[in-house]
């Protein structure tokens, strides 16, 4: 006999005796309750809620509101929303030329919302009657880009080349050797798993949540594989965008062990970096892990992962000494691949968004159901994948579709990479004499000036500078970015009209002018680990294999690295800043690792200090 129902009254009495107040001291108020916000978005409004009421103060009984049939104070809205928009254009066009007009409506959309939640919507008829005045007469009087930015595909073969290019071509000196770890992994779960950056990192848009990729999101097993032997695999769990109050359905991708070439391996990085960590509780070096036995019965064998660790970010900020426990952000490492995509020849930006959708687009092409594909992404929206993935490149072979012949594909994803304006020598430094003329431009002697003469004034004024010394070294702040942006736009002048042309088999390539990407093959023996990886990486071999073994510890080495400081005499910082009279900035750590060629063991690394460009 099931429990008999509490009655209605017995329902209410619990209520009050576990708490629930009369109404006349509950404290509840009439408040309407709205969708709590992510920071960035909040932050957003705020910032449009600003410019709406500074416009007020200049403008007196300006307003957005009107009612419905009132013609008079529907004109009075109108003429104040079209006065208001076209200054929101017009201060925005001070950024620089193109704005775009997609741009102006996300501003629109933004007050509007911002409004909404105050209690002050803007009334339907002006809403959208000022959307199509964006698009219409104020497009046309400020010149709005309606451009969309192109979509990028990072394809198998651009894949390669951005990772031959990060492990033995980039001549970037990174703050810790760790960084090239987290970014191999990264870049590889961005392309397996279709990850957005903002759900591995933290987002720009929940600033200061501490949210991204944490340990207790990752899952270590032990399997027993198809050919009846033991094999690791990953699962991460993505902090999925728009599913913050439903973890439950938060998309998890597995990844597993048995993929070669080893810079292909996604479970090798994120090995490393995890037993850098000591994040297991019960095993602690690659070979504890590695022999660990097939499970006989089938059963998965799970490697725990501390608890205390549940809540550390996968992805940490690295200083020079190592880990600092705090999450990185989404922004920080966009740029860095904006940066070395860059250096590695390409025109454009890369992204992880180019990752992600050509890990979509391929779901698509290689049969996978929509349901499939929309688990695979992330999406609640079947639409989404069409209006904001697909290439707009035709996948029909319009010729085989005739002719009857073997649809082919290999040209269509050639096109699809096509964006990304690969150049192998293209330049990264001005050649000397134009390096010499643009030193000898007024504009950029007359920043060297003011640069030498706030030097000096910090020299003079000491550690104890006080408000003046934060506005000289604000200042000269300002005039760095200024030199380097005049550096910037004469080496874009030189790499837009470049010569093109690619060389002949068997012909030698011209050099380019600077080519920085031999510095890595001239300093490489000086870091062992990673001179060593620049080459076994790119072996057709397993991770478990001698290569693969050998491969791992190397790349945990980079991880664990923590050098200690020693200073030249003549170099040694004079109170935390450069020596040289005239420069007297911070000093920042740069390493110089060397060998005995003879021995086996590494000697203390030399790290020298120099002020920061």
């Given at each position: 006999m099931g429990r008999k129902k509490r009655s209605a009254e017995k329902f209410w009495d619990d209520a009050e005796a576990n708490g629930l107040k009369p109404a006349a001291e509950s404290g509840v108020n009439g408040d309407i309750v709205r969708k709590e916000l992510e920071q960035g978005t909040s932050d957003n409004y705020d910032r449009m809620l600003d410019f709406w009421d500074e416009y007020k103060i200049r403008n007196e009984g300006a307003t957005l509101t009107a009612e419905t049939g009132n013609a008079i104070e529907i004109e009075k809205a109108m003429i104040d929303a079209k006065r208001f928009i076209e200054g929101v254009g017009r201060a925005t066009r001070n950024k620089g030329e193109g704005t775009s007009m997609y741009y102006i409506l996300q501003l629109w959309?933004?007050?509007?919302?911002?409004?909404?939640r105050r209690g002050t919507p803007v009334s339907s008829i002006v809403s959208e009657s000022i959307y199509h005045y964006i698009r219409g007469p104020l497009r046309k009087l400020l010149g709005l880009s309606e451009d969309r930015r192109p979509r990028h595909f990072v394809t198998l073969a651009y894949l390669i080349i951005l990772t031959k290019h990060l492990w033995q071509k980039d001549w970037h000196q990174y703050i810790h050797s760790r960084?090239?770890?987290?970014?191999?992994?990264?870049?590889l779960n961005f392309t397996y798993t279709s990850s957005r950056v903002g759900e591995h990192f933290e987002s720009g848009a929940r600033r200061g949540s501490g949210r991204g990729l944490l340990y207790k999101d990752i899952v270590f097993i032990v399997f027993k594989n198809e050919e009846g032997m033991?094999?690791?695999?990953?699962?991460?769990?993505?902090?999925?965008?728009?599913?913050?109050?439903?973890?439950?359905?938060?998309?998890?991708?597995?990844?597993?062990?048995?993929?070669?070439?080893?810079?292909?391996?996604?479970?090798?990085?994120?090995?490393?970096?995890?037993?850098?960590?000591?994040?297991?509780?019960?095993?602690?070096?690659?070979?504890?892990?590695?022999?660990?036995?097939?499970?006989?019965?089938?059963?998965?064998?799970?490697?725990?992962?501390?608890?205390?660790?549940?809540?550390?970010?996968?992805?940490?900020?690295?200083?020079?000494?190592?880990?600092?426990?705090?999450?990185?952000?989404?922004?920080?490492?966009?740029?860095?691949?904006?940066?070395?995509?860059?250096?590695?020849?390409?025109?454009?930006?890369?992204?992880?968004?180019?990752?992600?959708?050509?890990?979509?687009?391929?779901?698509?092409?290689?049969?996978?159901?929509?349901?499939?594909?929309?688990?695979?992404?992330?999406?609640?929206?079947?639409?989404?994948?069409?209006?904001?993935?697909?290439?707009?490149?035709?996948?029909?072979?319009?010729?085989?579709?005739?002719?009857?012949?073997?649809?082919?594909?290999?040209?269509?994803?050639?096109?699809?990479?096509?964006?990304?304006?690969?150049?192998?020598?293209?330049?990264?430094?001005?050649?000397?004499?134009?390096?010499?003329?643009?030193?000898?431009?007024?504009?950029?002697?007359?920043?060297?000036?003011?640069?030498?003469a706030l030097g000096d004034r910090l020299q003079e004024l000491g550690t104890?500078?006080?408000?003046?010394?934060?506005?000289?070294?604000?200042?000269?702040?300002?005039?760095?970015?200024?030199?380097?942006?005049?550096?910037?736009?004469?080496?874009?002048?030189w790499q837009a009209i470049q010569p093109r042309k690619i060389a002949l088999e068997g012909a030698k390539p011209e050099p380019s002018v600077g080519p920085r990407s031999n510095f890595f093959n001239r300093v490489r023996h000086l870091d062992p680990p990673r001179d060593r990886l620049a080459s076994s990486l790119f072996q057709h071999v397993s991770l478990r294999s001698p290569q693969g073994r050998i491969a791992l510890h190397d790349m945990i080495t980079l991880c664990r690295e923590n050098p200690q400081v020693a200073y030249r005499p003549s170099l040694r910082p004079v109170n935390g800043r450069c020596p040289v009279p005239s420069c007297a900035r911070t000093m920042i750590k740069f390493v110089f690792p060397y060998l005995l060629a003879s021995t086996s063991f590494e000697k203390p690394k030399l790290i020298m200090s120099f002020p920061p460009l």
């Open positions: 959309a933004d007050l509007g919302a911002g409004l909404a960084i090239l770890v987290y970014d191999h992994a990264a870049s033991a094999e690791l695999a990953v699962r991460t769990t993505r902090d999925a965008k728009g599913m913050t109050h439903t973890p439950h359905k938060r998309p998890k991708h597995a990844l597993y062990e048995n993929m070669e070439p080893l810079y292909a391996n996604p479970i090798m990085p994120v090995l490393a970096i995890a037993i850098a960590d000591e994040a297991f509780q019960d095993y602690q070096t690659v070979e504890d892990i590695f022999e660990i036995p097939a499970p006989p019965d089938g059963i998965p064998f799970e490697l725990r992962i501390k608890k205390e660790l549940d809540q550390v970010p996968f992805f940490q900020v690295m200083s020079a000494e190592g880990p600092t426990g705090k999450i990185q952000t989404a922004g920080s490492h966009s740029k860095r691949t904006v940066d070395a995509g860059h250096r590695a020849g390409m025109g454009a930006n890369i992204t992880f968004r180019a990752k992600r959708r050509e890990a979509l687009v391929s779901a698509d092409a290689n049969g996978y159901s929509t349901a499939e594909r929309m688990k695979f992404g992330g999406h609640t929206d079947p639409n989404v994948f069409f209006h904001s993935y697909m290439d707009d490149t035709s996948t029909v072979d319009g010729q085989s579709n005739i002719f009857g012949g073997k649809r082919r594909t290999v040209h269509i994803d050639a096109f699809r990479g096509l964006s990304l304006q690969y150049d192998p020598q293209r330049l990264h430094s001005l050649p000397a004499k134009v390096e010499d003329d643009l030193s000898r431009r007024l504009d950029f002697i007359q920043i060297s000036k003011e640069l030498a104890s500078g006080g408000n003046e010394g934060q506005e000289v070294r604000n200042r000269r702040r300002q005039l760095y970015l200024a030199r380097c942006k005049l550096m910037s736009d004469e080496l874009s002048q």
